[in-house]
């Protein structure tokens, strides 16, 4: 399996955060954050988006076509922006793909 | 920069016992353990738990002790998740049933971590003081990934178990766990007890972390593997608590408010009680959380050293321990003018015989006997 989960990143998967991974808007400190195990991670503006919908409804086009046309981005530059998120995190098993 | 206003703490270690049917003799609770007469009732830990949330906790860490030996366990569980926390139960698996892991998981449990002292039974149960513990881990870890909850396994290295550390991760995977900490043992409380018996060798340390590390990169993917190196094999200190008092805060189970787990170990240090003063409040203005908040306490070497904001120092509770002070640099760095009592230690470590050690078990003192038989696991 090793190594693999990058390879398995095609436009069908449907990324979604797994149990015991949350994406938190703290109120205390008016941010959004990533909560996992033993872990706390800040996160940008783009990768909420992005997090927000990885609920495991929609693949991955469908996810890249969505910011694409809500925020009139450049689809190729979204799909890479969400393919680089989504490889890392899934590499720390943050991310189920 | 002198004691700064105290950023908000993330974190909250809330030992809910210290009952436990295990003994590990690297056990990180004190050696004066809290009866249970002493334990802080639910309400007031719902308390504690609430204003932990408001303070800025985001993750809770639900702890012991086993905290399984806590009949309200799931009802706390519930008010965590009812106030956003991020709960953790960290845990020997003995006396977690399905039933009992069913609930937590419908309470809204967010993980489970799950000890586990060897990859052979029969050595694991020795270094847990209890028969039969390895193989109810096993069981209690398909609870947990049954349940849906996501498993880290934590395996503590020393002398006994240090050539099975990689197979230690490998049973974790096996597990279904996504999450693995290999941590070599600290040297407080039990564990300076037992140093003498838990030292690995420098040999078999290397290697074994040598085995950990060549796992990580090969399991990326699979498993996430976490690795606490032996700091006494190290040239700098580690970074211990991220800076005291800075990052997550420790509730005993009578109440007590710790900067680390190991603080009472400082003599000087005046702690604050949950039953006294608002967690805030004790955040802010403990004495014992600002004894060592920025860098006014230092002496030389750190003081006028580059890697000040880089490793704080190294360990307080180490500094008092090894040199009898604890504003001196933690003597595991080797610019500390103590660090030859480091040296002295490593004199200690020894190769494994495979002979079950002779350890002080981490038991409560006769007095508090009859609560540790009291113990209640047979759970609903």
New interface residues.
Partial sequence: ??????LALSGASRPRL?????L?H?D??NEW?L?A??R?LKTNAIAVEILKRCSGEQSLDAIVDDLASTFSAERSRVETDVRALLTEL????LVDL | MNAPFPS?P?GLLAELTHRCPLACPYCSNPLELDARERELDTTTWKRVFSEAA???I??LHLSGGEPASRRDLVELVAHAASL?L?S?LITSGIGLTQVLVTKLAEAGL??V?LSIQDSEPQSADHIAGYKGAFARKLEVASFVTEA???L?VNAVIHRANVRRAGAMVELAVRLGA??V?IAHTQYYGWGAKNRGLLMPSREEAEAAIEVVERLKT???????V?HVAPDYHARYPKPCMSGWAKRTLNVTPAGKVLPCHAAELIPELEFWNVADHSLEEIWNDSPAFNAFRGDDWMREPCRSCSRKSIDFGGCRCQAFMLSGDARNADPVCHLSPHHQLVETILAEARVDTQEPQPYAYRRMRPSQAVTRERLDISAE
Wanted: glycine share 12%; proline share 6%.
């Fill in positions: 399996m090793t190594g693999e989960s990058a797994p149990r015991g991974v949350r938190k703290d205390v400190r954050l909560l195990p033993e706390v899934a590499t720390k098993r | 908000r993330v408001s303070v800025g985001l993750q956003g991020y953790n967010d993980h971590q849906g909850l996501p880290t996504r999450r900490e090969q399991l990326s993917g699979t498993i996430v976490d």
